[in-house]
Structure formats: structure tokens, C-alpha cells
């Protein structure tokens, strides 16, 4: 498994972002290799986002990055946003027994 970690700032319309991620959330979740994604908003600096994604592996994500469709969702969200993607592997969960 594979973790994206991805911290939005917005440029553009909070209310716009969040229906273009919504739009592009669906798009990802009908990809081969996707497990789940949160997409958080930070408490105190409105216009703050992070998208936590996993994935079953690397190529998986990547293959989803290189579908034409995902062009227009990639131009919607630079278009309202700068991001910060990076790619983690996960070492360690403890969960609330």
C-alpha cells in the first residue's frame, strides 16, 4: 500500500474546490488500486486542505494519473488551487482497541 499525502492551499472559491475534489474523488474511487481518501480542512486557516489517499500500490496511482479524463480534473483543481502531492509508504498504525 501506497499513502498520498497531498496539502491544498486555495486560490480560488473554498465552495468551487470543494466540488471539484468531490467530482475528482469520484473519478479516483472508480479506479483500479483505490482503497480510500479523506480530504481534511484545516480548523484555523480557512482555504487549507489535505488530502490523505491510499492506494493498493504505486503503478495502480499512477496508471489513475495518466487516464485522459483525469486532465480536466487536474486543470479544475490548479485552477483553484496550489498543491504539495507527495507519496508515502505507511510503517505504523494503532487503531483504539
Known amino acids: 500500500m501506497i499513502?498520498?499525502?497531498?496539502?491544498?492551499?486555495?486560490?480560488?472559491?473554498?465552495?468551487?474546490?470543494?466540488?471539484?475534489?468531490?467530482?475528482?474523488?469520484a473519478f479516483f474511487a472508480s479506479r483500479p488500486g483505490f482503497v480510500r481518501h479523506r480530504l481534511l480542512r484545516h480548523l484555523d486557516r480557512p482555504g487549507h486542505y489535505v488530502n490523505v489517499a491510499d492506494w493498493e500500490d504505486e503503478t495502480s496511482f499512477h496508471q489513475a494519473l495518466r487516464q485522459k479524463e483525469f486532465?480536466?480534473?487536474?486543470?479544475a483543481l490548479r485552477a483553484l488551487s496550489d498543491s504539495d502531492p507527495e507519496l508515502?509508504?505507511?510503517l505504523l498504525e494503532r487503531v483504539s482497541s
Open 3 to 25: 499513502t498520498l499525502i497531498n496539502r491544498f492551499e486555495v486560490t480560488g472559491s473554498t465552495a468551487e474546490f470543494e466540488r471539484a475534489f468531490a467530482a475528482t474523488s
Open 71 to 75: 486532465a480536466a480534473h487536474r486543470a
Open 88 to 90: 508515502y509508504t505507511p
